[in-house]
């Protein structure tokens, strides 16, 4: 796993980790640091590390890999300074404050919307069936409003398709859990209000 990646995982999904570690029962592996009281163990962190990285293999490779130990170090002090700022930020009663409300529940939904969609979205690499449907259509397409003069072959085109399929699955995935969405969580916006907003 890139530092990167785990940057971008990092500040939305260790908050959202460590609030359910914060449950666990007795634990009594190694102390790594104390935040404001609060025990971060071998056990949390490590459980931690496998939510966000989402396969076991890798994440014991950073776990326990001599060559990963900086980054593994980056990824606790990442996760040390969330604890802290978290408790330092309810220490100045930001759980009371209506913006820290409103962008806690913005980054909850945002989590949230990243999970769900993530479980839609297949796995893995598309087959050569799948790319070449996908070429298909749009070959289809290109030829049926005029713009076939010059569309380039298949093999011209098929190390450019597996990304281009991927990111029209990643936005069919997200329209459907929208769609999904909307359709279990029953929601109406006054259209008086709408039409009647001041300029």
């Not at 806690?104 to 070449?132: D, S, W």
């Not at 380039?152 to 936005?171: I, S």
Request: hydrophobic content about 40%.
């Amino acid at each position: 796993m890139e530092m990167r990646s785990a940057r971008t995982l990092g500040m939305c999904g260790l908050v959202i980790v460590a609030l359910g570690c914060g449950k666990v029962s007795k634990d009594n592996t190694k102390v790594l640091a104390n935040v404001g009281g609060e025990k971060v163990t071998e056990k949390s962190f490590g459980d931690a590390v496998r939510v966000l990285v989402g396969d076991d293999a890798k994440a014991n490779d950073l776990l326990t890999n001599p060559a990963t130990r900086e980054q593994r170090n980056r990824f606790l002090s990442e996760y040390v300074d969330q604890k802290m700022l978290a408790k330092y930020g309810e220490k100045q009663g930001l759980d009371k404050d209506p913006k820290a409300k409103m962008m806690v529940e913005a980054a909850k939904a945002n989590a949230y919307g990243q999970i769900l969609l993530e479980r839609r979205i297949a796995k893995g690499e598309p087959t050569e069936a799948q790319l070449k449907a996908f070429y298909d259509k749009f070959a289809a397409k290109a030829k049926a409003e005029g713009h076939d003069q010059g569309f380039p072959p298949y093999e011209a085109v098929k190390a450019q398709l597996p990304q281009a399929w991927k990111a029209e699955q990643a936005k069919t995935a997200s329209q459907g859990l929208l769609d999904e969405a909307r359709a279990q969580v029953p929601t109406t916006v006054d259209p008086m209000w709408k039409a009647e907003m001041p300029k």
